[in-house]
């Protein structure tokens, strides 16, 4: 496979339920992002990874805990997630921290609904 | 903090039209994307722009960086069904890694 991978693409929850979101890149990228995205909302950056070190945490509550393995992997566990928390959760990487001659390049996303 | 102004918020136009969509910053960018989001997928990049006055195109798209650094462009000339999508602009500002994005002009073309 090539580019950034998400899986898995669509996952309903209950408030109570752990789980986690899983993102692959093959891309020999240095960095990786997690974005939320809500409708008519700019994209919302939440963790920023570079060389697997944490760079960024944006405010974003502590029932969403990402996790970098490795450079090609990126987690996002989640745990007793609010119904507001449903959106599209993507991930990005790039060839290094915010730069790249092709910027940011995008998963397809998880479309997460929690009920 | 910075803000970026993305408009229009939507277009309807007929197949064939050219489109004109833009991004106001209140600061000053380095660097500008424009993306796709296709329904149901991540956002792909149309065109990067590096430098104050750049116009770059790939294929039917044109991009231009404004001359104040604070705007962008977007052109689509002649239509077709599959421009169909949510496009973004983004800037990222000198001395940060982070990139800001538009909300994004949702476009549909009728054929």
């Known amino acids: 496979e090539t580019g950034v991978t998400q899986t898995p693409r669509h996952l309903v929850m209950g408030m109570t339920n752990k789980k986690s979101l899983k993102c692959e890149q093959h891309?020999?990228?240095?960095?990786m992002y997690w974005y939320k995205q809500s409708a008519k909302k700019p994209l919302e950056l939440m963790f920023v990874?570079?060389?697997?070190?944490?760079?960024e945490n944006n405010s974003v509550p502590s029932r969403f805990s990402p996790e970098c393995p490795n450079s090609s992997h990126l987690f996002l566990h989640l745990h007793t997630l609010q119904p507001e928390d449903s959106a599209l959760y993507l991930c990005?990487?790039?060839?290094?921290?915010?730069?790249?001659?092709?910027?940011?390049?995008f998963g397809s996303g998880t479309r997460l609904t929690v009920v | 903090g910075q803000q970026l102004n993305q408009s229009p918020q939507s277009m309807f136009i007929q197949e064939g039209e050219d489109v004109s969509m833009n991004c106001t910053s209140s600061s000053i960018f380095n660097t500008w994307l424009w993306y796709k989001q296709d329904p149901g997928e991540g956002p792909v990049l149309l065109i990067a722009?590096?430098?104050?006055?750049e116009l770059t195109s790939n294929g039917r798209l044109t991009a231009q960086f404004g001359i104040t650094r604070k705007d962008s462009f977007l052109n689509i000339s002649a239509s077709i069904p599959s421009d169909v999508g949510i496009y973004f602009c983004a800037g990222q500002a000198s001395g940060t890694y982070k990139y800001i994005f538009g909300t994004g002009t949702r476009l549909k073309v009728l054929a």
């Open positions: 722009l590096y430098k104050a006055g």
């Open positions: 891309l020999g990228h240095n960095a």
């Open positions: 990874y570079s060389l697997e070190e944490r760079v």
């Open positions: 990005a990487s790039s060839q290094d921290l915010g730069q790249g001659p092709d910027g940011y390049t």
